[in-house]
């Protein structure tokens, strides 16, 4: 079983909607959760960054993550066709442990 | 330019022959990693390296070396590549410390015949 697991997706929505990203990882001692962004041909870019359990909100953009259910999200709220790209989860401390990507694609 | 820079950007080469990936850096970190991206698999952990004097490796190491040349060269070689090591590598540079953000470059693609 793989430490981190993440649904590749493909996912298209209609531009506007909401999208929802979610990991779900087994090593209960990962403390730093974050998201990046990779758009083809380009290398990840860091989206969001959170520290232990809760929710953090930037513009259109909000992660939340659950430790007690091993959980982490993001939602795209009002999504726009710039937001079609990969999104990788990724957890740990200085040693990252990435999910497999989910390739979101949003429709004009 | 680029802050993480890698070459070369594309490489098709022959199982069997010895390949070098360079990674150069202006960021001034000195955390230096490389990643493989495969499609379904996410990136995994090659070789990582905290200083000139300490190199480190990931989970998927064999098969693979590094040379930590200075502190903002890193260097990836395939000493006898073969197809399964067909795929996109990423060089990251990381600020010290346990926030765990990594700055990447744009990434090398590697085919093995």
């Known amino acids: 079983q793989k430490e981190v697991e993440q649904d590749p997706g493909p996912l298209s929505v209609p531009e506007g909607a909401i999208v929802s990203l979610n990991c779900t990882y087994s090593n209960s001692a990962f403390q730093y959760f974050m998201w990046y962004r990779q758009y083809s041909r380009k290398g990840p870019e860091l989206l969001m960054y959170?520290?232990?359990?809760g929710n953090k909100e930037d513009g259109r953009f909000t992660a939340q993550v659950d430790k007690s259910s091993k959980y982490i999200s993001l939602f795209i709220r009002d999504s726009q066709p710039s937001d079609s790209a990969t999104y990788l989860c990724?957890?740990?401390?200085?040693?990252?442990?990435f999910g497999a990507g989910t390739t979101v694609t949003v429709r004009a | 330019d680029a802050d993480v820079t890698q070459t070369p950007r594309n490489r098709i080469t022959k199982t069997g022959k010895r390949i070098m990936l360079e990674c150069s850096q202006t960021k001034g970190h000195d955390r230096m990693y490389w990643y493989r991206q495969d499609p379904g698999l996410g990136l995994r952990l090659i070789y990582y390296s905290f200083d000139v004097k300490d190199i480190n490796k990931g989970e998927i190491s064999d098969g693979y070396s590094v040379s930590r040349q200075a502190q903002a060269k890193f260097s990836l070689s395939l000493e006898s590549a073969i197809p399964n090591q067909t795929a996109l590598y990423f060089c990251a540079t990381q600020v010290e410390g346990d926030t765990g953000e990594l700055f990447f470059g744009e990434g090398s693609r590697l085919t093995v015949l």
């Open positions: 959170t520290y232990s359990s």
């Open positions: 990724a957890m740990g401390d200085y040693k990252l442990s």
